[in-house]
């Protein structure tokens, strides 16, 4: 790398692909750098691969807005470039009266949001939809579905790759510091340094945005940017029980909004999971055993009734970047152009946890606009 980098992209999970793919395609000179052997095997390669609606989110929030925009954009990347997907439908599910009033409530906040195509349903709409589902009501949101997200993020790669864009593996940034009108980035590539100059730097470094916005010179305390990790670990329902719903059924939200519950999907061929669940952990630990099976199984019993103990597995760990300590209300996703700071051409992208992958095309727009006002 001799010449100066217009666009220098920390990270190729869904949101650093979604990127180099939309700011390809200004002919910049855009350079893509991870620190594993390939694209998306942190957080893309460890969720619920749901394309989510929007009805979650607080009103007018970037989660909210790049959510229900992307769910539009990611339907229709994936029928253009043939990229696995199911519009599979997902129901919230009350099981007693009690939790009526919040189905009500999700309604009016998804309506709100612009998802306008929720419908609640009677106890006896519910069973005509899913026989083997327990409830007393529901909410239906038809344009939730599911995806491989992989195929995803090798579709921007590629398509950023098309445009002449260079995505670099096996390779860390270990510092970036500001120069004049430049930054100099510092690179590990196999246990050899290297250093280049960018004009632009976009920090999508998920788990690790935090340390690299850092690695800027920012007081990530002071600015809100500390990431907490809050593990999600998911379990697999045995094939037997894999035909015996259509769609994603969802509990309604505890109050704490630190996940949405443990909930159960479907993957492409059908197969049921259950998770995440949500527990926060001082490092990164992807180790997953049978000690949380019981209240798994409880859990999921509340809406499976056909659920046997023996039929669930623990399959995989995912964790979330969160921008809130244990206890503290949802916060939002940061997506920062640093001028404020000192740092023009710096993009920080923190906390991008769930709807991720949902709003990454959405994600990619905005930062766009952002390079364009930049060079
Ligand atoms: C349990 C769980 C379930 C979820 N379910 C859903 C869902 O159903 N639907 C949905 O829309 N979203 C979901 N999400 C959210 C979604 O998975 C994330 O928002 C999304 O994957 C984040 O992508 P990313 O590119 O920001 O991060 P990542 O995928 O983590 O990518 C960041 C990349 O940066 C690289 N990197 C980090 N530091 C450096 C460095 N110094 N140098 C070079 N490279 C570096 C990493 O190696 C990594 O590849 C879920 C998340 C979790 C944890």
């Known amino acids: 790398m001799n010449e100066v980098a217009d666009v220098t992209i920390i990270g190729a999970g869904v949101i650093g692909a979604a990127i180099a793919a939309k700011v390809a ?5 855009v350079y893509v ?7 998306g095997m942190e957080t893309s390669s460890r969720n619920s691969q749901v394309i989510h609606a929007g009805l979650y989110y607080p009103e007018n929030s970037l989660k909210a807005k790049t959510c229900v925009e992307g769910n539009k954009l990611l339907y229709d990347l994936c029928r253009r470039f043939a990229i696995g997907h199911r519009n599979t439908g997902k129901i919230i599910v009350a099981v007693d009266s009690f939790e009526c009033d919040a189905l009500e409530d999700l309604l009016n906040k998804g309506r709100k949001n612009g998802v306008e ?9 519910l069973q005509s939809l899913e026989p083997n589902i327990a409830g007393v009501a529901a909410l239906l949101s038809p344009s939730t579905g599911i995806l491989n997200v992989h ?9 950023a790759k098309e445009l002449g864009a260079q995505v670099v593996y096996k390779s860390e940034v270990t510092g970036v510091e500001k120069d004049n009108a430049l930054y100099q980035i510092e690179v590990d590539s196999s246990g050899e340094k290297f250093l280049f100059e960018t004009r632009v730097v976009i920090n999508s470094a998920g788990l690790h945005a935090d340390e690299v916005a850092r690695m800027a010179g920012i007081d990530i305390a002071g600015a809100g940017y500390t990431l907490y990790y809050c593990k999600g670990e998911y379990y697999s ?3 037997g029980k894999s035909r015996l719903i259509d769609r994603l059924v969802y509990p309604v939200p505890p109050a704490k909004l630190t996940g949405v519950g443990v909930h159960v999907t479907l993957d492409l061929d059908g197969r049921i999971r259950l998770g995440p669940s949500a527990q926060y952990i001082d490092e990164i630990d992807y180790h997953i055993d049978d000690s949380n099976k019981r209240q798994f199984y409880a859990e999921a019993k509340k809406l499976l009734p056909f659920l046997d103990y023996d039929d669930i597995e623990p399959e995989m760990v995912g964790i979330r970047p969160k921008l809130q300590k244990p206890g ?12 404020d700071r000192g740092l023009p051409g710096l993009i920080n992208l923190i906390g991008i946890e ?3 992958i949902t709003a990454s095309p ?3 727009d905005i930062v766009s606009d952002m390079v364009k006002q930049i060079l």
Do not use: C, Y
């Not at 750098?33 to 694209?39: A, G, H, L, V």
């Open 237 to 239: 329902v045995s094939w």
């Open 25 to 29: 395609q200004e002919s910049r000179q």
């Open 151 to 159: 195929e995803l993020i090798k579709m921007f790669l590629n398509q």
């Open 362 to 364: 959405a994600i990619a």
């Open 328 to 339: 503290e209300g949802q916060k939002d996703f940061i997506i920062r152009h640093e001028t």
């Open 117 to 125: 195509d929720l419908r609640l349903l009677s106890r006896r709409e």
């Open 354 to 356: 769930s709807p991720g």
């Open 33 to 39: 750098i991870e620190k594993n052997e390939s694209f």
